[in-house]
């Protein structure tokens, strides 16, 4: 895509954060709570004090980024990706219309949507997946199955640096061990999950991609603020 080209308009991809949410059902659910008001100044046409919140979540939380060490000891965590990776050309490639909630995707689905959809998955890409055709979080949600082993190799052979999704889970939920985690992992190829407004990307082009992770020492995950980009032929 050309980067000399004026931007006109930004797509949020990224869920939005409350007190409570569970966004895996393996996780805890999100806290925001507030904190005592902190009582500064005396002047009365000031506030009498400023306000903050006290917010914990797993580094799996919402929107995020896996990367290496989520699977393996010695693989880098989060501070150390190379973010370069997190930013780039990007396509989506909707399956949620070609296969039923419990099916997985596969391979096959995907080169489906390739040929549909006329773009075609090259090296560096970053790949973002609509599994999902109703909102996050609705009935059955938690309970859709994501990729099989066949996506795994593809996206490996094809030498991608994200693959990004709406769900929760990268791998099957009848079996979290499944390995597509591990395989994409040990390629250095990072995992996006729980996206949202894939329905607004345009299918049949190409746009960017911006997901910067929370610089978070050791951790094996983080929240983003995933965006994409499109230029003013894509509106």
């Known amino acids: 895509m050309n980067l000399g080209v ?7 991809l990224t869920l939005e954060l409350y007190d409570g949410l569970v966004t895996n059902n393996d996780l805890p659910a999100i806290g925001i709570k507030d904190e005592p008001l902190e009582q500064k100044g005396k002047s009365d046409s000031l506030p009498k004090g400023c306000r903050s919140k006290l917010i914990s979540f797993s580094d799996h939380s919402g929107t995020h980024v896996d990367v290496p060490s989520h699977y393996f000891e ?13 930013f780039g050309d990007a396509l989506i490639l909707d399956v949620s219309m070609l296969k039923a909630t419990h099916e997985p995707v596969t391979k096959a689905l995907l080169e489906e949507a390739e040929r549909r959809q006329g773009v075609y998955v090259e090296k560096n890409d970053i790949v973002l997946i609509r599994t999902w055709g109703k909102s996050w979080g609705e009935e059955g949600f938690f309970e859709a ?4 082993d066949s996506v795994a190799q593809w996206f490996i052979e094809k030498q991608i640096h994200i693959v990004g999704l709406d769900l929760p889970n990268a791998d099957l939920n009848q079996d979290s061990e499944s390995g597509i985690h591990q395989k994409l992992l040990n390629h250095d190829i ?12 345009p299918k049949h082009s190409r746009f960017l991609f911006f997901g910067i992770p929370l610089k978070l020492k050791n951790a094996t995950a983080s929240p983003i603020r995933a965006l994409s980009i499109l230029d003013s032929q894509l509106i």
Not at 6 to 12: A, E, G, M
Not at 145 to 148: E, F, G, N, S, V
């Open 6 to 12: 004026l931007w006109l308009k930004i797509i949020d």
């Open 145 to 148: 199955q994501a990729l099989d």
């Open 74 to 86: 010695n693989g880098e965590s989060v501070e150390n990706i190379n973010l370069e990776n997190m």
């Open 190 to 201: 990072y995992i996006v999950e729980n996206l949202v407004n894939l329905e607004k990307l």
